[in-house]
């Protein structure tokens, strides 16, 4: 039984990894900072089958620890500070945990388990707004990062590149361009789509503020994604890979998906630029060219964009179905109360009236 290390596990992509994973009957272990609150809801239902290591990337002692005593075949590093809007405000933060994190890791592993095969996770954030000429982006596309998170991935990336050809190390960097699901979080754009049209749909939202529409991406399904980053560790060599589905659309039309999804059909009315979600520097055009994917690994995406965009619609309508329902019944509670109200207040004023003519009398 092969045994994999996945750091990052109780994020979207490390909870489909390990699902992955156990169906491919290896031993799972994931590392989890410790929180004052829960961040498990994403691996809840994997309990017992994966197995749960206390460790941070901005402890080398933690990780060399975890290493050593798993000596794992396999590691996939997922972990990172992933907002981009939040490496704006958090640099220092953002660089410790998603570049040199990624440094700590693999020193632990080379001088704990050299033979292991190493995934890093990398981005399309990298390219910035470098292209090829047709508009798309490769393996041979220059970088040029445009964001605290893109500059750390950036650090990751030739570090990854770096032990590989220092060490002879098996070590590969998935490229991946933008993979959403209903596990992607409420601050990434795409989930706050969905999440906002599903509570416009049951009533509990009026409007949808978000930023650049006009921003065109290359998005594909995270569970789809999971599975080149394995294929990644069965080559026979190391090698960095674009991953992508090589199509791209803008936020608009995916906010048109999504109230299509929805079956609210005028959009336009509910959604209102926000000067507040605008970055300082934005990339407005990620293509990928998964050609080399394609061809050396055998992978192709499944999940198209629409089917996708419902899937995440449909999910965040079912988790606020029960929350809709709720406030509707605290309305019409609160509907009857007053009019309870204004029965009894009606009803003194007419007992006030009565006293006064006797009074008279």
Not at 172 to 178: E, K, R, S, Y
Not at 242 to 263: N, P, S
Request: aromatic share 8%.
């Amino acid at each position: 039984m092969k045994k994999a290390l996945i750091t990052g596990i109780t994020g979207q992509d490390g909870s489909y990894l390990a699902e992955f994973l156990l169906e491919k009957g290896y031993q799972v272990y994931g590392i989890v900072r410790r929180n004052s609150t829960s961040n498990m809801e994403r691996v809840e239902h994997l309990a017992g089958k994966v197995k749960f290591l206390d460790g941070d990337m901005t402890d080398e002692t933690s990780l060399s620890r975890i290493v050593k005593e798993v000596q794992p075949d396999e590691v996939y590093n997922l972990a990172a500070q992933s907002f981009v809007a939040v490496s704006w405000q958090e640099p220092i933060h953002t660089g410790d945990v998603t570049g040199i994190g990624v440094a700590r890791l693999l020193e632990a592993l080379r001088q704990n388990a050299p033979s292991a095969r190493f995934y890093q996770a990398s981005t399309s954030e990298l390219f910035g707004s470098s292209a090829n000429p047709d508009g798309t982006q490769t393996e041979t596309t220059p970088f040029k990062p445009r964001s605290p998170y893109a500059i750390a991935k950036l650090y990751a990336y030739w570090t990854t590149v770096n032990y590989r050809e220092s060490y002879g190390m098996f070590c590969c960097n998935g490229i991946l361009f933008n993979h959403e699901s209903p596990r992607r979080g409420l601050e990434f754009v795409t989930r706050k789509i969905t999440d906002g049209v599903a509570r416009i749909k049951l009533g509990l939202a009026d409007e949808l503020l978000l930023g650049n529409l006009d921003a065109r991406r290359d998005w594909g399904y995270a569970g789809d994604y999971v599975e080149a980053m394995w294929l990644m560790l069965q080559q026979e060599r190391p090698d960095d890979y674009i991953i992508a589905t090589g199509e791209t659309h803008t936020i608009r039309e995916f906010v048109e998906l999504a109230f299509k999804a929805a079956g609210i059909p005028d959009w336009q009315q509910y959604v209102k630029q926000d000067q507040r979600f605008m970055r300082p520097a934005d990339v407005q055009h990620l293509h990928g060219g998964p050609e080399k994917a394609r061809t050396k690994l055998g992978w192709t995406p499944k999940v198209k964009l629409p089917e996708l965009v419902k899937m995440m619609v449909d999910s965040d309508l079912k988790r606020l179905q029960g929350q809709g329902e709720r406030q509707r019944s605290v309305e019409r509670l609160i509907a009857a109360l007053q009019q309870r109200v204004e029965h009894l207040e009606r009803k003194q004023r007419l007992g006030q009236r009565e006293r006064l003519d006797l009074t008279s009398l």
